[in-house]
């Protein structure tokens, strides 16, 4: 049995969610504030609906605070409709967002999405593979370089493992995105193109290899 953590300071939103994904076989475990979210993930929820709007700590703060400790989804539920503001909730590692008010089965549908993807996910895992003076531990999501771990967020992780278990392959930045973030098929590329800077960034002050190659007016591929 999956299990949802929902988090909301409107308890009738709590309870609709609770209700139905009850119904669907899901456990749903809930949380009124960000404060008490935290506490919650002692449950090791499968997925963590979100809402950003909260008095005390909010959602995208919540999401920051929790991304380098917990591996699964985040799904953040928001009245917002600004590209700023899902922007800033993809940088502090949420992976998807609806907006309120949202229809609850295509909120099933896409919880749905995000566990068959990760199931995808841990099923094609390797333990470890080693490229150049890197090696790259997917089960413990690290990356090394000449022994010197990289700091990595969840995102960054998640790109250099789709390039690197697919090395070679070109990926567009729009595939990449729906890859990674999923379901907004026209992608954001600014929001691909930032996190790829990010990563080099960081390979490149331990290393000088190109592990991510760009090309030009296709996208970047792993650099074998």
């Not at 979210?37 to 995208?60: H, R, S, V």
């Not at 909120?107 to 895992?125: G, M, P, S, T, V």
């Not at 890197?134 to 771990?149: A, L, S």
Request: net charge neutral; hydrophobic share 35%; glycine share 6%.
């Amino acid at each position: 049995m999956y299990k949802i953590l929902t988090v909301d300071d409107e308890s009738e939103i709590v309870l609709m969610i609770k209700k139905y994904f009850t119904m669907c076989g899901y456990e749903v475990i809930t949380a009124c504030s960000g404060e008490d979210a935290i506490k919650k993930l002692k449950y090791e929820p499968d997925i963590i609906l979100l809402d950003i709007t909260m008095p005390g700590l909010d959602g995208l703060e919540v999401c920051r605070l929790i991304r380098n400790e917990i591996q699964c989804p985040i799904l953040l539920l928001t009245a917002r409709t600004e590209i700023k503001e899902r922007v800033r909730g993809f940088e502090t590692g949420a992976d998807d967002y609806i907006i309120k008010p949202f229809d609850m089965e295509e909120l099933h549908a896409r919880i749905d999405a995000h566990i068959r993807r990760e199931n995808r996910i841990q099923k094609r895992k390797e333990v470890i593979r080693f490229y150049k003076d890197m090696i790259i531990n997917y089960e413990r999501r690290q990356v090394k370089i000449n022994g010197q771990e990289i700091t990595l967020s969840k995102k960054e992780f998640d790109i250099i493992a789709e390039l690197s278990l697919n090395a070679g392959r070109v990926f567009s930045r729009e595939k990449i995105y729906e890859n990674i973030w999923g379901f907004d098929k026209n992608g954001n590329n600014e929001t691909v193109i930032e996190h790829i800077r990010r990563i080099r960034m960081k390979l490149s002050e331990v290393s000088d290899y190109e592990y991510i190659k760009t090309v030009w007016g296709c996208g970047y591929t792993w650099n074998l």
